[in-house]
């Protein structure tokens, strides 16, 4: 069975860090490129971070850029998103998809992941 798993989301105050994973079974991650969305109450999803199939490039949101981090862990077969200095605008439950492409994460999804929720609260 093909399929992406998100893990790592949780509550966690202001200012403080998460780090979201991104296992797939069935399939190798390395085979696309990587991206992670997310989608706040009553807000529309929305692009958080891309990494390319290599691993050599990636894109940020601006809401996010200086940071969140995306990497890859091939030897896992997971892709990490490390969220540092987390804001209440954070709140949102968070997937990752699998793109066909190298080397973007704008279009051509071949797999979602079910989501993870990430609540940032005092």
């Known amino acids: 069975q093909l399929q992406l798993v998100e893990s790592g989301g949780g509550l966690v105050q202001p200012g403080g860090s998460l780090r979201l994973s991104c296992s797939a079974s069935g399939f190798t991650l390395t085979d696309y490129a990587i991206g992670w969305f997310r989608r706040a109450p009553e807000k529309e999803r929305e692009p958080v971070a891309c990494?390319?199939?290599?691993?050599?490039?990636?894109s940020y949101a601006d809401s996010v850029k200086g940071r969140f981090s995306i990497s890859r862990d091939n030897a896992k077969n997971t892709v990490n998103l490390q969220m540092n200095g987390l804001k209440d605008e954070d709140t949102a439950d968070y997937y990752c998809?699998?793109?066909?492409?190298?080397?973007?994460?704008?279009?051509?999804?071949?797999?979602w992941g079910k989501g993870t929720q990430v609540t940032v609260s005092s």
């Open positions: 990494i390319s199939r290599s691993g050599g490039w990636t």
């Open positions: 998809a699998a793109v066909r492409w190298p080397d973007r994460c704008d279009y051509g999804i071949d797999y």
